[in-house]
Each structure stands twice: as C-alpha cells, then as structure tokens.
C-alpha cells in the first residue's frame, strides 16, 4: 500500500451509461481518464423495470412467466460478459447471482405474496449483476493497480425499512475507513453498487428508487472524497428541461442549495436525497454525460461566482390540490397539527402549503388519492375538495424572497397575447431559493416557456 494519499474521486454511472457493452467500455474508459478511485454503478438500463415486471408476475401468474424473465435477463447480461471477455470466475459469479434470484422468485410464486424483504432482496439483483460487467471493463484498462469488484453492502448500513432505507452515517464512515482504505492511497479500485445497502442483520435493503445517486454521495461522503463525478445521458444540468424549452441552456456552475430545489421540485437530472451528504461534506459534485465526456457539464459547489435572480425552471408534475375548509379552524389553535399528524401516520409527504382564515391548501402527488383512509381521516373535521392533473411549476435562482416586483413581473410573464394561463395556488416566502405555483397540467408547458424566455431569455 502506498505511503501517500491520494486525490480520491468517486464516480456514478446510471443505467443508460451501462446499457450494452459497447457503453460499458466507454463508462470504463470516462472512469480510467478521471482517475476515479471507486465506481459505482446503476442497473444496467431497462432492468430495474423487469425485475418489478418478476415480482408483479410471480405474485399474481404462473411460473412459466417468471422464467421467461429470469432466462431473458440472464441471456442478456451473459451476452454483455462474454463481449467484455469476462473471466470464467466473474461469470460464474454472476450465474449464482442469477441462481438466487430464481429461489427467491419461487418462493414469492408459491406464497403468491412478496414481502418487501424479499422485494429488496429481487431489487437488488440489477446492480449486483451490472457491477461485475464494469469490473471486466476496467480490468482491461488498467494494469498499474487492482480493479476489485466490491458489495458495498459491507459498508452501507440501514434501518430495517425495505423498499427505502435510511442509512447510518456513522457506520457508513466508520466502513468506508475500514473496507475502502485502498481506495485513499490509489492501490486499488473499487467498482461497487448504487441503490443498495444491508441492515444490522445483513439483510439487503434498498434506498428507494433512484438511490443509487444517493448511495455514490453516502460513499464520498464516507470516505472523505474530494470529488463526486455523477455520469449520466445528459451533459450536465440544464436551465429547464429541453424536451419541453428549445431555448433551456446548459447551467455551467450551480449551488447545492439551487441543485437541491431543481430535484426537489422535479429535475430529472439528480435524485432529491443525493446532495445531502456531500453537502455536508463540503464534496463539489461535477454532472456530466458519459456521451459526450468533454462537454463542459456542470459544476455544483458550496457558492457559485454568478448568482442570478432566476437560475432555472422546473415542474413537478401528477399533482393534487386538497383544499380543507372548516369554521372550526378560525382563531383555533392545534388545526395544523391535527392535518400534519394525519399525513405522518400515512408516511404522506406535503409539497406546498397555503393557508386562510377557515381554509388549508396544500399539494401532494396523485398517486396519494389511492389511500381512502387518508382522505376519510381528514374528512372526519373539514370539508374536503380535490382538484387533479395539476404541476407545480418552480422558479429556481437567489434572493427571490427579498426581490421587489418578481411576483407582478413573474404574473405578467405568464399572461400572453393569445391565451392566459390560470394559477391554483402559490407558494412564495418560505425559501429565497424558490416560488412556486399551481397549474393545469396542460398549461405547464406554456408557462415554462413564457417564464424562461422573460427571465432566462
């Protein structure tokens, strides 16, 4: 082991940076030039999406289903190994990996239930089969050090909350120094997995969908890094989303606390959870496109050279609008309270809130109106009324609270000559990072347009 440490740079690649061999190659070859001491990698594209098409199949039809997935996974990971020249052992490796993934889906077909132990426990599959196809990648790249295939589920520890875990920081550190040591004084390389972690016990749990961010940020968090590289489809964060804006620009430099808001309120570009622990840290974040590596990307620090008023736009889409009315809320105390307390006990997140005299308004996804008792709870003391298909749309940059006239400039924006665009609910105060309001879904798009051509040009 070498006496001297060195610049340790931890990098992410998502599912479409692992989508065949030929993009895995390329991955390696963005990780071996960066100088990268850990990788962590995603599934490979697409198979996150079979793996809960297995356990809705095994729960509900019959084996010969199943295996049709099981043997069209294996066929294509397989298929990846053997292009990348795999040594026997990694591909036995993978095919006992695959073995257990079988045993774990007959159980679940027998019961016709999936525990969501057993749901993590298939989940998981995706990155402990894409992992060793980027270990063969990078072996062949490197020949001054040693490329080890890593569980990081050794280092990653959580709470018994399958399905979305949360991880214990102290322990994470306390693994990193131990199990990750080589990786400070460049003797070895470490390709490892996103998404997953274990608890006190060993069983494997998940940090809920999109953590593989997450799990690269805890990793770098962990280990003191001074650099966290997450590699994507897209050559860094942009102004808004392009599908939707032709005139959306890449953004060159950014703050955590501007990157935190954009994945909050709908950025595809980060997981939400992901800046949190290199935040804490103090780890810049570089985001850039294993595509095109030499694009510029974006950089995401503590403070930013350049801090405009409006930094970027972005929605949140399949949103509801509970509006709770009741003259038993006028000049009573504990009315909040009883609404948030309903919320927590169904684990139910609020996204913005307003409030009036008699009148509570608040915001929350969609999929939420499935959960009836929620809704009868909360009719129980006040009128309730639903209003669907809405986005909340978010105006991102600095100083937006304490900015004279951006509110009138703002509503102007969004009427134009040929039609106007009606907002539901606005949210305005509570950060100086962020306003936020209520549309129809099918103004969303117009609106952003409007907003970014007045504010971003």
């Given at each position: 082991m070498s006496a001297e440490k060195t610049k340790v740079t931890v990098a992410k690649f998502g599912g479409s940076s692992m989508k065949d061999a030929t993009a895995i190659r390329r991955s390696a070859k963005v990780a071996f030039d960066h100088k990268a001491n850990i990788v962590v990698v995603s599934a490979t594209y697409g198979t996150t999406n079979l793996l809960i098409k297995l356990i809705d199949l095994a729960v509900t039809g019959p084996w010969a289903g199943c295996q049709e997935i099981l043997s069209d996974l294996e066929d294509r990971h397989l298929k990846i190994a053997n292009e990348l020249e795999g040594t026997p052992q990694i591909i036995d490796e993978i095919g006992e990996v695959f073995r257990e993934?079988?045993?774990?889906?007959?159980?679940?077909?027998?019961?016709?239930?999936?525990?969501?132990?057993?749901?993590?426990?298939?989940?998981?599959?995706?990155?402990?089969?894409?992992?060793?196809?980027?270990?063969?990648?990078?072996?062949?790249?490197?020949?001054?050090?040693?490329?080890?295939?890593?569980?990081?589920?050794?280092?990653?520890?959580?709470?018994?909350?399958?399905?979305?875990?949360?991880?214990?920081?102290?322990?994470?550190?306390?693994?990193?120094?131990?199990?990750?040591?080589?990786?400070?004084?460049?003797?070895?390389v470490y390709v490892t997995q996103g998404f997953i972690g274990s608890n006190e016990n060993g069983s494997t749990t998940t940090l809920g969908r999109g953590g593989s961010d997450?799990?690269?940020?805890?990793?770098?968090?962990?280990?003191?890094?001074?650099?966290?590289?997450?590699?994507?489809?897209?050559?860094?964060?942009?102004?808004?989303?392009?599908?939707?804006?032709?005139?959306?620009?890449?953004?060159?430099?950014?703050?955590?606390?501007?990157?935190?808001?954009?994945?909050?309120?709908?950025?595809?570009?980060?997981?939400?959870?992901?800046?949190?622990?290199?935040?804490?840290?103090?780890?810049?974040?570089?985001?850039?496109?294993?595509?095109?590596?030499?694009a510029p990307g974006t950089w995401i620090k503590k403070t930013s050279e350049e801090a405009p008023l409006v930094r970027a736009l972005a929605t949140r889409s399949d949103q509801s609008l509970l509006t709770?009315?009741?003259?038993?809320?006028?000049?009573?105390?504990?009315?909040?309270?009883?609404?948030?307390?309903?919320?927590?006990?169904?684990q139910i997140s609020v996204d913005s809130i307003t409030t009036s005299e008699i009148s509570v308004a608040l915001t929350i996804d969609d999929s939420?109106?499935?959960?009836?008792?929620?809704?009868?709870?909360?009719?129980?003391?006040?009128?309730?009324?639903?209003?669907?298909?809405?986005?909340?749309?978010?105006?991102i940059g600095n100083h937006i609270n304490h900015t004279a006239g951006i509110a009138q400039k703002l509503f102007n924006a969004l009427q134009g000559d040929d039609s106007k665009i009606n907002v539901r609910m606005i949210c305005h105060g509570a950060s100086k990072h962020n306003f936020c309001f209520l549309v129809h879904e099918d103004d969303a798009t117009m609106a952003v347009r409007r907003l970014h051509k007045e504010f971003i040009g």
């Open positions: 993934l079988e045993t774990i889906t007959k159980g679940v077909n027998l019961l016709k239930d999936c525990s969501p132990k057993a749901t993590d426990g298939i989940l998981s599959v995706g990155e402990r089969i894409s992992s060793p196809l980027m270990t063969m990648a990078l072996k062949e790249l490197y020949t001054d050090k040693e490329v080890e295939l890593f569980d990081i589920r050794k280092v990653i520890k959580t709470d018994d909350q399958f399905g979305s875990a949360t991880p214990d920081f102290n322990q994470i550190k306390t693994n990193s120094d131990k199990f990750l040591i080589g990786a400070k004084y460049g003797d070895v997450y799990s690269a940020s805890l990793i770098a968090e962990g280990m003191g890094a001074d650099l966290l590289e997450i590699w994507t489809d897209v050559a860094g964060i942009a102004t808004t989303d392009p599908r939707v804006c032709d005139s959306a620009r890449p953004i060159n430099e950014i703050t955590f606390q501007e990157a935190a808001e954009m994945a909050t309120m709908g950025a595809k570009i980060l997981h939400p959870t992901t800046l949190t622990p290199v935040k804490r840290a103090g780890i810049p974040v570089f985001v850039g496109s294993s595509l095109e590596p030499d709770l009315s009741t003259p038993d809320m006028l000049q009573q105390h504990g009315f909040l309270f009883k609404i948030f307390e309903i919320f927590n006990r169904h939420t109106l499935l959960n009836k008792k929620l809704l009868t709870e909360l009719e129980n003391f006040a009128s309730v009324t639903v209003e669907e298909d809405l986005t909340l749309v978010s105006v």
